[in-house]
């Protein structure tokens, strides 16, 4: 094998990720929901605004809305006083001015807001300003934000909490978006046991399954839980029908591989199809992707930075573009190779890394250390990826590498 020889039986990760997308559709159903239900959820329907953003003309300042007259007078005449909530209808003619407050609608025929700052009340009836008579100063266009009959967002756009806003202030109170997936979740092994319970000799917390519907559910979805199955071929094989009859997809981690109790690829063989199986990709080589009927099916790998890895780079794009959204792929950048980070002959490495800004103000990552497949350290002290390409030289300090920092699932 060459340096960059993919090994032979694994696929390589941009191809699965292809092969992958190429079989996810997304849902065509939608569902209308309230804007508190939203976040996270997508949309299904572009949103065209039907009002002004901000709906009137406003003062951005506490102070006065005069009729600027060029030259500037020496003062104003004050003829009232006009509050947020109250509009002031009388017309402000030039060198007159009204009290204003910060948001309240400007009176017609004001063209500048002077703040209080800068007024000095000569008598009840006069004012003089010592500066900001500029035309148009401290004043809010109506519809200078978002104006009426703009295409807001597009079909496809993932909710998130400042859109919140938006929707509120465009008078929203509920949106249309995708229906929400529904997946089913399993751990298989018979070593696993739930946190809180005492542990036998051999037997170990399971970690897979609780992050992974940790991040599902920040993803908007439904969750299926199975919880734990034992390495029962028969019993495995029931709760893949039974999730297969009433789910988008399932996610299994564990007895993915090639070992004694490792059930998962068998099947998937039999009751449903393999896709592909073995990937060149270190960590999680072995993934077993297909269907049973018609939900998709991951099978992750048993590894606790594996299942977690596998499923950020291939099951959430998948899902992703399930929910119907626009952005699918994670962006990358590259860094400077702060530390030096040993390669995968022919696999595809994706690394933890921390990623900071070094003392010029340049995009650098240094290793979190040890990046054992079992080594959950790596990746919690970590805030994004160093994506090594199949490759047999080691990268050196001062290397550029591929990074990609985390988002808020792994963040
Ligand atoms: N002869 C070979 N052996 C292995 C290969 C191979 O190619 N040939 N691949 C290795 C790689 S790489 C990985 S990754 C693992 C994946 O194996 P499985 O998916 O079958 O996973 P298990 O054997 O069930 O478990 C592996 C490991 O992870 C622990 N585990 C499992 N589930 C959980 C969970 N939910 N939470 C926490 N920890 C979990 C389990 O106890 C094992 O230590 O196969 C290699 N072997
Ligand atoms: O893919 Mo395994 O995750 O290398 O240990």
């Known amino acids: 094998m060459s340096c960059c020889d993919t090994p032979a039986g694994l696929l390589p990760f941009e191809t699965a990720l292809s092969r992958l997308l190429a079989e996810i559709h997304p849902i065509a159903t939608q569902q209308t929901v309230e804007l508190g239900q939203s976040i996270g959820r997508v949309l299904a329907e572009p949103v065209i605004s039907r009002v002004n953003v901000p709906p009137y003309t406003n003062s951005a300042m506490d102070g006065y809305a005069i009729h600027l007259t060029e030259p500037a007078a020496a003062s104003y005449r004050l003829i009232g006083r006009c509050l947020a909530g109250h509009p002031f209808e009388q017309t402000v003619a030039p060198g007159e001015c009204v009290r204003i407050m910060t948001g309240a609608q400007l009176p017609p025929g004001a063209n500048c807001v002077v703040m209080q700052e800068n007024a000095t009340l000569l008598d009840d009836e006069t004012v003089a300003f010592s500066d900001g008579l500029v035309l148009d100063r401290n004043i809010r266009h109506a519809g200078e934000d978002i104006s009426a009959g703009a295409t807001v967002y597009d079909a496809g756009h993932c909710i998130n909490t400042a859109d919140i806003a938006v929707f509120a202030a465009l008078g929203i109170a509920s949106v249309s978006v995708k229906r929400q997936l529904k997946v089913a979740l399993l751990a298989s092994g018979d070593e696993l046991k739930l946190p809180g319970t005492t542990l036998n000799p051999g037997e170990l917390y399971e970690s897979n399954r609780p992050a992974i519907h940790a991040m599902l559910t920040r993803m908007g979805i439904e969750v299926r839980d199975f919880g734990i199955i034992a390495d029962d071929k028969e019993q495995l094989k029931s709760a893949f029908l039974s999730a297969a009859e009433d789910c988008d997809a399932i996610i299994t981690t ?130 994004g990826y160093v994506i090594l390409a199949p490759q047999t030289e080691p990268v050196r300090t001062g290397d550029l590498v591929k990074v990609q920092w985390f988002d808020a699932l792994l963040g």
Do not use: C
């Open 254 to 383: 564990g007895g993915v591989s090639v070992g004694e109790a490792d059930y998962t690829k068998d099947i998937l063989t039999e009751i449903g199809e393999v896709n592909f199986w073995k990937l060149a990709i270190k960590p999680g080589k072995p993934v077993a992707f297909g269907r049973i009927g018609p939900a998709v099916f991951f099978g992750l790998p048993g590894n606790p930075v594996s299942a977690l890895v596998t499923f950020h780079q291939l099951a959430v794009p998948a899902l992703k573009k399930m929910q119907g959204h626009e952005q699918i792929h994670y962006p990358t950048q590259t860094a400077i190779a702060a530390s030096d980070f040993k390669t995968s002959p022919g696999r595809t490495d994706f690394q933890r890394g921390i990623l900071f800004h070094d003392d010029q103000g340049r995009l650098a990552v240094r290793s979190t250390g040890a990046q054992g497949s079992h080594m959950l350290t790596s990746l919690t002290r970590a805030n």
